[in-house]
């Protein structure tokens, strides 16, 4: 505990003793409440990580920011398909569907 105070300390900034007051105020008892909650999601973010690590995936940025990508991505997501039978203005989304690779391959089953 001394050396995580001695960090804190060393931080240089005064928020990290600010919240642990306000955590202790009944006043604060529902915005607690909401940051514990987050400690529950932290357990899914570090098993979803060591996964990620072990599988790295390549997505081009611009999909990020592509809706069309998005939904082949959601729709495959789904149905292990990201076009329908018949598609029609997605040739940007298929460029950068085709970019994604998983472990350095291209996604070949739904999970993926």
């Known amino acids: 505990m001394i050396v995580l105070t001695r960090e804190l300390v060393?931080?240089?900034?005064?928020?990290?003793?600010?919240?642990?007051?306000?955590?202790?105020?009944?006043?604060f008892?529902?915005?607690?409440?909401?940051?514990?909650?987050?400690?529950?999601?932290?357990?899914?973010l570090v098993t979803a990580r060591a996964e990620f690590l072990q599988a790295p995936v390549t997505f081009p940025e611009a999909g990020l920011?592509?809706?069309?990508?998005i939904e082949a991505v959601a729709h495959a997501a789904e149905t292990g398909k990201p076009f329908g039978f018949i598609s029609f203005g997605v040739s940007v989304?298929?460029?950068?569907?085709?970019?994604?690779?998983?472990?350095?391959?291209?996604?070949?089953?739904?999970?993926?």
């Open 10 to 27: 060393e931080f240089g900034d005064s928020w990290p003793f600010e919240l642990r007051m306000k955590c202790g105020h009944t006043s």
């Open 29 to 44: 008892a529902s915005e607690r409440a909401a940051l514990e909650s987050l400690f529950e999601d932290v357990d899914v």
């Open 65 to 69: 920011k592509d809706q069309k990508t």
């Open 93 to 112: 989304a298929k460029e950068h569907v085709t970019a994604i690779r998983i472990q350095g391959r291209s996604p070949s089953r739904r999970e993926d």
